[in-house]
């Protein structure tokens, strides 16, 4: 999450004396606020909590309303656990400005934690609704996988759809419409989502055993070996390979 805070703020990597030295030359409160929340971003990007809390009690002692400074406050308080605040600079950082999709976004996510669907996708809608917000993708796949956690696929395929449709190689995407027609028994289309999953991604546990299921259901037992394998060689200990061993053994 760290990577992605903040949209539209740089984090500087300023040593603490050339950013006072910055902020004392500023006269403009918004600016000033800007220097602190971009501070407290790197030095969270570092793992200095407590100092980066500092830097954002400073920002927002500037401008309450400031809503990037929001944002990041937001972000550090739910890592620190205290959801409460987590959620009341988030409120503050959508309302505040509009335009601020990334924020939108990262409350989606913060409200899907705590199954609070119905509002989760509506900060994702809000993201989305923003024409100049360059993560589309991004916020239809969560929103997609939001409803998936709380057993709502098909719900949940649109958004799929819609994100494979602004980046058809997000691979996310691909892997939960193969397991989607997967259980709906569309086993060539599912096929078709797994082997381009493959083509962009690296194998995983899941993957393996979702495409040893699609090729065993689509009678073609020399590829399904070929996955099961392959799950079997590379992740022996996970838990996808022992539900690989309790479905051979009951086929037996």
Do not use: W
């Not at 959801?83 to 976004?105: I, K």
């Not at 799929?160 to 709906?184: C, V």
């Amino acid at each position: 999450m760290m990577r992605k805070i903040l949209t539209g703020i740089i984090a500087l990597g300023l040593s603490a004396c050339a950013s006072n030295q910055q902020i004392g030359k500023t006269a403009d409160p918004a600016k000033r606020a800007d220097v602190r929340t971009q501070l407290a971003v790197s030095y969270m990007q570092r793992n200095q909590l407590e100092v980066a809390r500092e830097e954002l009690e400073h920002a927002l002692e500037i401008d309450p309303d400031h809503s990037a400074a929001n944002h990041a406050m937001a972000a550090l308080q739910e890592r620190l656990g205290n959801n409460e605040d987590a959620e009341r600079h988030f409120r503050v950082a959508v309302r505040s400005d509009a335009e601020n999709s990334q924020a939108a976004h990262d409350f989606g996510t913060f409200l899907c934690r705590r199954g609070r669907v119905q509002e989760a996708l509506a900060q994702y809608e809000s993201a989305l609704s923003n024409p100049l917000y360059q993560q589309p993708d991004m916020s239809n796949l969560r929103a997609g996988e939001c409803l998936i956690t709380y057993g709502n696929a098909q719900a949940a395929e649109p958004y799929f759809r819609k994100a494979l449709r602004i980046n058809p190689r997000l691979s996310l995407g691909l892997y939960h419409m193969a397991d989607i027609n997967f259980r709906r028994r569309n086993y060539l289309s599912a096929r078709g989502y797994i082997e381009r999953y493959f083509a962009i991604a690296p194998k995983t546990p899941q993957s393996l055993l979702l495409a040893y299921k699609i090729e065993h259901q689509l009678k073609a037992p020399e590829v399904a070996e070929e996955y099961a394998s392959l799950l079997r060689g590379k992740f022996a200990r996970s838990k996808a390979a022992q539900e690989l061993e309790k479905l051979t053994r009951t086929r037996k």
